[in-house]
C-alpha cells in the first residue's frame, strides 16, 4: 500500500510548489509544510508504511551526501524568530538567557532556563547592533517562548515581536557554500572577512536578508532570511549561481542525519524541560558570572545523567524515540531521538544516561520492535569532531 502526498495543506511558503513539483516530501511542523525528503519527481513522492528503513533511506542518503561533498539549500521558514529592540534589550535577554549575550555583528549560542533550572530554550542570539537583538530557535515552541518573554518583560524598556512569518529564507551549506554565496552578493564572505559566527545584513541576489555563518549540518553554511515576498527569486539566484558547483535541495531528514553525526541534540526531543542544562551539555554555554532566570538551581544540579550518543548494530532498522535502554538485561533508560547518520553509515540513538553508573559501554542494548541490539558508546561525533569543517 502506498502512502501518497497528502493534500489537505496548512501553511505553505512561496516555495511549496515548486518543492512538489520536483519530487518533495511534505511534512507539517507548528502548522507550516515543510520539505522531509526529495524523491526523484512528483509521481514518485510517496512513503509507503514500513517499521523498518522506509523507502526514503535512499533519497536521504543521497541528500546527505551532496551537502558533505559539494552544496546543498534547504528552506528555513520553519525556524522561530524572535526580535528585541530598544534601551533595555540586553538587559532583558542577560536575565532571561542563561549564555553570553554576543557583540554586534556576532552570534552566540544560549540555554534558557526556567526558574527551577529545567531547559526552556536552545536558541541562537544574534545581536543587529548594541539594542536590537534576533533569536533565532524552534518553530513548534515559538509561542512557548513567546509567552515565557511576555510574561518576564514587563520591568523593562524595550519592545518584543515574534517575526517568525516575517522571515523565511534558504541555508546553503557544504564545502562549496561559500563559491555559491559570494556569487550573489557584494560583501566580501572570505574566512577572514565573515567568520564563523558573524551576522550581518547585506543584500544576496539583490534582496535584503539577514545572514548568519552558522549551520546545522556542522559544515560551513549560511542561513539567509528574507520576507517571505523574495523568497522566490532567492531561490532562483542560489540555484542558478550553484549549478556549476552541484547544488542540490535537501530536506529535514537529511538535516537530522547530519546532526546525529555530531552529536548535536534536538529540541522537542533530546532538549526539553524534563531535563536540565547540565545533563544536556549545554552547561557549557552558561554565563556563571551574571545572574539569570534559574541560575540557582542550575549550579546546584547535582543529577549524573548525560545525554549519550551511541551506535547500535543494526543493519535494517533504526530507533525513532522512547525505544527501552539497557544494560545487563535491567532498564537505565529510553531513546530520546535517533535514526541512520548517512555519511558514516551508522545507526546512532541518544539517551539520557546515569555516567557514574556506566563504567564501560560493555553490555547497552537497545529494544527496537522487539529485538535487542547492541550499542557502543561514542566517545567524540563521529564526523568532523574537531568543528573545522564549519570553521573553514
Request: aromatic letters at 12%.
Given at each position: 500500500?502506498?502512502?501518497?502526498?497528502?493534500?489537505?495543506?496548512?501553511?505553505?511558503?512561496?516555495?511549496?510548489?515548486?518543492?512538489?513539483?520536483?519530487?518533495?516530501?511534505?511534512?507539517?511542523?507548528?502548522?507550516?509544510?515543510?520539505?522531509?525528503?526529495?524523491?526523484?519527481?512528483?509521481?514518485?513522492?510517496?512513503?509507503?508504511?514500513?517499521?523498518?528503513?522506509?523507502?526514503?533511506?535512499?533519497?536521504?542518503?543521497?541528500?546527505?551526501?551532496?551537502?558533505?561533498?559539494?552544496?546543498?539549500?534547504?528552506?528555513?521558514?520553519?525556524?522561530?524568530?524572535?526580535?528585541?529592540?530598544?534601551?533595555?534589550?540586553?538587559?532583558?535577554?542577560?536575565?532571561?538567557?542563561?549564555?553570553?549575550?554576543?557583540?554586534?555583528?556576532?552570534?552566540?549560542?544560549?540555554?534558557?532556563?526556567?526558574?527551577?533550572?529545567?531547559?526552556?530554550?536552545?536558541?541562537?542570539?544574534?545581536?543587529?547592533?548594541?539594542?536590537?537583538?534576533?533569536i533565532f530557535g524552534s518553530g513548534?515552541?515559538?509561542?512557548?517562548?513567546?509567552?515565557?518573554?511576555?510574561?518576564?518583560?514587563?520591568?523593562?524598556?524595550?519592545?518584543?515581536?515574534?517575526?517568525?512569518?516575517?522571515?523565511?529564507?534558504?541555508?546553503?551549506?557544504?564545502?562549496?557554500?561559500?563559491?555559491?554565496?559570494?556569487?550573489?552578493?557584494?560583501?566580501?564572505?572570505?574566512?577572514?572577512?565573515?567568520?564563523?559566527?558573524?551576522?550581518?545584513?547585506?543584500?544576496?541576489?539583490?534582496?535584503?536578508?539577514?545572514?548568519?555563518?552558522?549551520?546545522?549540518?556542522?559544515?560551513?553554511?549560511y542561513e539567509i532570511y528574507v520576507?517571505?515576498?523574495?523568497?522566490?527569486?532567492?531561490?532562483?539566484?542560489?540555484?542558478?549561481?550553484?549549478?556549476?558547483?552541484?547544488?542540490?535541495?535537501?530536506?529535514?531528514?537529511?538535516?537530522?542525519?547530519?546532526?546525529?553525526?555530531?552529536?548535536?541534540?534536538?529540541?522537542?526531543?533530546?532538549?526539553?524541560?524534563?531535563?536540565?542544562?547540565?545533563?544536556?551539555?549545554?552547561?557549557?554555554?552558561?554565563?556563571?558570572?551574571?545572574?539569570?532566570?534559574?541560575?540557582?538551581?542550575?549550579?546546584?544540579?547535582?543529577?549524573?545523567?548525560?545525554?549519550?550518543?551511541?551506535?547500535?548494530?543494526?543493519?535494517?532498522?533504526?530507533?525513532?524515540?522512547?525505544?527501552?535502554?539497557?544494560?545487563?538485561?535491567?532498564?537505565?533508560?529510553?531513546?530520546?531521538s535517533g535514526g541512520f547518520a548517512?555519511?558514516?553509515?551508522?545507526?546512532?540513538?541518544?539517551?539520557?544516561?546515569?555516567?557514574?553508573?556506566?563504567?564501560?559501554?560493555?553490555?547497552?542494548?537497545?529494544?527496537?520492535?522487539?529485538?535487542?541490539?547492541?550499542?557502543?558508546?561514542?566517545?567524540?561525533?563521529?564526523?568532523?569532531?574537531?568543528?573545522?569543517?564549519?570553521?573553514?
Amino acid at each position: 500500500m502506498k502512502l501518497y502526498q497528502k493534500v489537505e495543506n496548512k501553511k505553505t511558503t512561496a516555495l511549496y510548489d515548486r518543492f512538489v513539483n520536483q519530487g518533495a516530501v511534505m511534512g507539517d511542523g507548528f502548522g507550516l509544510e515543510s520539505v522531509l525528503w526529495f524523491a526523484n519527481d512528483k509521481k514518485d513522492a510517496y512513503e509507503e508504511p514500513t517499521i523498518k528503513r522506509s523507502r526514503s533511506h535512499n533519497y536521504v542518503s543521497k541528500e546527505v551526501i551532496n551537502v558533505r561533498e559539494n552544496v546543498g539549500v534547504m528552506e528555513l521558514a520553519n525556524f522561530s524568530k524572535h526580535e528585541f529592540k530598544g534601551p533595555d534589550a540586553k538587559k532583558f535577554l542577560d536575565y532571561v538567557m542563561a549564555g553570553k549575550l554576543p557583540k554586534p555583528g556576532r552570534i552566540s549560542l544560549s540555554p534558557m532556563l526556567t526558574r527551577k533550572g529545567k531547559l526552556y530554550g536552545d536558541l541562537t542570539v544574534a545581536c543587529m547592533d548594541d539594542n536590537e537583538f534576533m533569536i533565532f530557535g524552534s518553530g513548534a515552541a515559538q509561542e512557548m517562548h513567546r509567552r515565557w518573554f511576555e510574561s518576564h518583560i514587563g520591568k523593562f524598556n524595550l519592545e518584543y515581536k515574534n517575526r517568525s512569518d516575517d522571515f523565511h529564507g534558504l541555508a546553503i551549506s557544504g564545502p562549496k557554500s561559500r563559491e555559491v554565496l559570494q556569487k550573489v552578493v557584494r560583501d566580501n564572505v572570505s574566512n577572514e572577512k565573515f567568520k564563523f559566527r558573524d551576522s550581518r545584513r547585506m543584500y544576496v541576489a539583490g534582496v535584503p536578508a539577514i545572514v548568519n555563518r552558522i549551520s546545522f549540518t556542522g559544515e560551513l553554511g549560511y542561513e539567509i532570511y528574507v520576507a517571505p515576498h523574495y523568497q522566490i527569486k532567492l531561490y532562483e539566484e542560489l540555484t542558478e549561481a550553484g549549478k556549476e558547483f552541484n547544488i542540490k535541495p535537501f530536506g529535514l531528514r537529511a538535516l537530522m542525519s547530519m546532526r546525529l553525526e555530531k552529536n548535536w541534540g534536538a529540541w522537542t526531543l533530546d532538549y526539553r524541560p524534563d531535563f536540565t542544562a547540565k545533563e544536556t551539555g549545554l552547561d557549557a554555554f552558561i554565563n556563571w558570572d551574571k545572574e539569570f532566570i534559574g541560575k540557582k538551581y542550575a549550579k546546584e544540579d547535582k543529577s549524573s545523567n548525560k545525554l549519550t550518543p551511541m551506535v547500535v548494530e543494526t543493519n535494517e532498522i533504526d530507533v525513532t524515540y522512547n525505544e527501552a535502554v539497557l544494560k545487563d538485561d535491567k532498564a537505565i533508560g529510553y531513546v530520546t531521538s535517533g535514526g541512520f547518520a548517512h555519511f558514516v553509515n551508522k545507526s546512532v540513538a541518544f539517551s539520557y544516561l546515569d555516567t557514574n553508573k556506566l563504567n564501560s559501554g560493555k553490555g547497552i542494548q537497545v529494544e527496537i520492535n522487539g529485538d535487542l541490539f547492541n550499542c557502543n558508546l561514542i566517545k567524540e561525533p563521529l564526523y568532523d569532531p574537531s568543528g573545522s569543517k564549519m570553521r573553514s
